[in-house]
């Protein structure tokens, strides 16, 4: 399991176990809060295609699916 501390979340960099699409590597662009101002979800972008999606940011914790950092 990743340690995902969610204040340091925003332009921290991960790698996907497994490619789709060529898309391995990420970056956190923005952070969703709700109004209590707190993070909610997390909006990453592939580095290869800039392509963005949405993920709750504690499925980063799944270290069979993501890796902190580039690998």
């Not at 921290?12 to 969703?32: A, D, G, M, P, Q």
Request: charged share 25%.
């Amino acid at each position: 399991m990743n340690q995902v501390n969610p204040k340091h979340l925003l332009n921290s960099k991960w790698t996907k176990t497994e490619v789709v699409n060529k898309e391995k590597h990420f970056i956190i662009v923005e952070l969703l809060k709700d109004e209590e101002d707190t993070i909610i979800g997390c909006s990453i972008e592939a580095v290869i295609n800039h392509n963005q999606y949405q993920i709750n940011w504690r499925e980063l914790k799944n270290s069979t699916v993501w890796r902190y950092g580039w690998q």
